[in-house]
Structures are given as C-alpha cells and as structure tokens.
C-alpha cells in the first residue's frame, strides 16, 4: 500500500509535510545546533519519534487482537547523535506499562517481540543502534 506525503520548504531551515490523506500537517525545523531555530522537531527527532510509536501501535495491534487495552502506555524516546557525517548513532526508546494493566510474563515477551519487529524498526540501517526498555511499573 502506498501513501503520499506532499511537501513544501517553507525557508529558514523549515519544513512542511501533508499526509495528503488526512490534510494532516507537520512542521520541521533544523536544530539550534544545526543553523536551525529549534521550535519544532527536527527530521531526525521525527525519525526516532517515528520508531517509539510505531513500536508502540504495533504492540497495541496485538493487544487489540488479544482483547488486551494497553490505553496508558507511555514512552520516552532519546537521540543520540553522531558527527563526521552527522547522523542518528543511537535511538533508545524506554516504555512504561502502568500496573493496572496486570500482563502475564509470557504476554510481556510477546510484546516486546512485537516492538522490536516494527516497520519502523527494520527499516533503519544497521549501523543506528536501537536500544529498547520495557518498565512494567
């Protein structure tokens, strides 16, 4: 299936996406660090974001299936970068499960397999080091 997302630079090291679907909007900015003023993610941080919730949607597919709510899960999602290119070195995406929602260890396992096999997951380079936390709290 493909979907199409139309873009536009706005100037300033700024960036408009459209999910021609939906007419939903998203806004980059470059990073202060980077030339950029920073008020907006960046294409990298929109990169990592994608990671934490696509890990997080298809956890939420099986749960679903499983007749399990997994409403409450949250997630913090950290970018580490690299110079000389720059680029993403290292996503690491930490996941929080509130206690009330009581998982057997095995339903656990089963979905932090399902995380770590993601689209989003097996789309980026090897060399992008993914280091994923599930905290049962």
């Not at 499983?66 to 996941?95: C, Y």
Request: net charge neutral; charged share 20%.
């Amino acid at each position: 299936m493909n979907h199409q997302i139309e873009s536009l630079y706005l100037g300033e090291l700024r960036t408009e996406a459209t999910h021609l679907a939906s007419q939903s909007k998203i806004i980059t900015d470059a990073p202060t660090d980077n030339n950029g003023k920073g008020e907006a993610f960046s294409p990298t941080d929109l990169v990592c974001a994608a990671l934490g919730s696509c890990m997080m949607t298809i956890m939420g597919i099986v749960a679903e299936r499983d007749k399990i709510n997994l409403q409450g899960v949250t997630w913090k999602t950290t970018k580490i970068m690299a110079s000389n290119p720059r680029r993403i070195a290292e996503i690491q995406v930490h996941f929080y499960f509130p206690s009330n929602l009581h998982l057997e260890s095995t339903y656990k396992q089963k979905l932090e397999n399902a995380a770590r096999t993601c689209p989003v997951a097996l789309s980026l380079a090897t060399e992008i080091k993914q280091e994923v936390f599930f905290h049962y709290i």
